[in-house]
């Protein structure tokens, strides 16, 4: 089971992970489950039929607009990462919080390396599948580094100018 | 001009102290190189032939002299004692240790100053006209935007790993002084109908391999909406620029690939997406913004008794207003150039000692205001008349006074094989050898307007393509070789270069130079300078010129 | 004949591989005539993660009396930047130094083996 942390009010913490991630050529195991977007547009409405929390797994290429009917039902979206530099899925990220009002959780998963733990927080992750063994400690401290913002973003900080207008 | 608050200065001091820690860990091995570099990168730190560069941004080219005089300290000091300007408006320090970079940028943040984003998949510095609040001849001033833009694109958490870099830049005049058709995104300052300010946004433009002049893709946008649209732009890019291959990432390639039409609906699409009310800034802090750019001058009778003096007693002094001075727009100031084009020098390399000096220059003389210029020149932005002769006199004695703004020696050249691990061939001595051949100013002044801009390999950060003459660096089986092109212009009819022949050698280059030259000269009618003469006659009688003895 | 050469992690300076140490002068680098030694001492280099960044292997040629880069690009590393012969390598002067400035034979602008693919 690789290492979730999760981010919560702010801090940063060690969690049990509920979820399976699922490949599309495995049999499904008991339980909550996190599938590709193709799985899920096969298999969705049965899996949640069955009681099942279901997470959908979003390769940078898949828009999250694919889910917008769906995602009051979602538990979970999956935003992969293949290389930490393809930076699709921050957008992907935002749109889920900012245009869907998406509540639940968004997990990075993939390589995914803790000096991008103050992007990821901002545009809405709050779930963390770190590649580099690194741990919540580590994870928080990144996301504290900067006093300030310039911009809104999908999370809560206030940006400069809004400080400013205080 | 822009000071920093003190949300600013703890910015740049936790974008320092956030770059120190992951050095430590680079140098500690718990975070390997490929980890590393995008973040390197990220804060302007390349690695290079002979060491490190770090690229230390000059936001919209403007500084105070302390900022000037923090970079001659630090280049003094962490460096061999000189740097280089870029065609970005940006300073190259070419020497530098991974292990001082912390402490330099600790040092730059001290004056408000940073290396944020000068290189990397990001937003990056952006650019501005640099006689922004000097001239008649503008709208508005541009840097209020391009701070606005600065702020905005700051570690902007959707917008740091991009499909490629992105660079935007704005101007408000008529005249183009910051190449805005080349960029990512161009903004032009226009004006609506009901007398509104608002942008005409160009996209699409850029060098590199595939060189294109950017398209319109909206007429006219509100200033207000400036963020929210810029927001928009990114997004489609982010989401649907290539990343498979480096060369065909840039947005340039998105929108011709769509056309600009389709790529323009795409932008809207997003755009009406977007809730603006929380992007764009409310008008107090735009007010603010603006605030900050609004000097003040004395009344002054429009001419100058000492400066006319001058000029009719010093024929030096009259060559240098003739080529280096322009008119302000507060009578009885002057805009003043500073070269950094010395014949036999490196174009855009400026020492320490002459850093410090137009410091001094632009605390007593110019409202403490001094601009870096996209061809890698500085400029004193609000001289008075009066004191212009003794701005001239000081900077002629440091060596900055050569009177070739915009003439055949006003080479732009990037640093090349010398320097830089991306290039071909050399840049530097081409521009050393042609300058040196026009150094006469009588012969520089008869050719008149030539821009001659070289690149050492195909990226073009010497901007070749847009060159009068335009001279791009390949390699030949070992040796060095060079493509002319000729007729390229980034401004009002921006036009690629067309290629003039097979490339030359490098000891042939100062030549072709001369004779294309003598052409020009025989050939030219009425006025014309090289540009208008080439696209006259074309590239025939310039080729025939060149390679006559090849046959 | 090759040799292995990268950049100081904490200086950036241009190093040369020589029997498991660095050097900084290219006349004092360690020359490899057989293919198997060369990958080896690549490997190894590649493995020093905090010492040196991206090491790779250069053609070697003889060129007069002296062992000089095949590229002209891996010469101005070795030496350093034309427009300012007091900066880098070469003000240190001496008859190495001398030497590779007026080598002969550079015959590629790009350093790296195998850059350029055969067909």
Redesign the interface.
Known sequence: MPTLIKLQGGRAVLANDAFTHVDDDQSLPPGDVIISLTRFQADGERLLGEGRSVGVRLEPNEEAEALAYDLPRLALVALAFPKFRDGRQYSNSRVLRERFGFQGEIRAVGDVLREQAIFMARCGFDAFEPADGSTPEQWEHVTRRFRHVYQPAADDRTPAFVERGR | MYRYDAIDKEFVADRAAEFREQVNRRLAGEITEDQFKPIRLMNGLYLQLHAYMLRIAIPYGTLESRQLRRLAHIARTYDKGYGHFTTRTNLQLHWIKLKDAPEILDQLADVGMHAIQTSGNTIRNVTADPYAGATADELDDPRVWAETVRQWSTLHPEFSYLPRKFKIAVTAAAKDRTATKIYDIGLHLRRGRGGELGFEVIVGGGLGRTPHIGSTIREFLPTRHLLSYLEAILRVYNRHGRRDNIFKARIKILVATLGAEEFARQVDEEWAKIDTSRIDLPDTELARIRGEFTASFETLPPSSAVLEAAKAADPAFARFLRRNVHPHKQPGYAIVDVSLKTPGQTPGDMTAEQMELVADLAQRYSGDDVRVTYQQNLLLPHVKLDDVPEVWRQLAEAGLATPNIDLITDIIACPGLDYCALANARAIPIAQHIAERFADPDRAELVGELNIKISGCINACGHHHVGHIGILGVDKKGEEFYQITLGGTPEEQAALGQALGPALPATKVAEAVEQMVEVYLEERKDGERFLDTFRRTGVAPFKEAVYADAN | MRALTA?R??????VFWNNGRWVERFVEAQLFDGHDEAERAEAAAKSL??VV??PYLIDVIEAGEVWAP????ER??CL?????PQ??KQAGGGADIEALVHAEG?????GRVNLIKRK
């Open positions: 950049n992690l904490a200086d950036g300076e241009t993660q905090t960044v991206d095949l590229s002209y690009r101005i590393r350093g930047p034309t427009n300012h900066h880098g550079a015959a590629r602008s790009t």
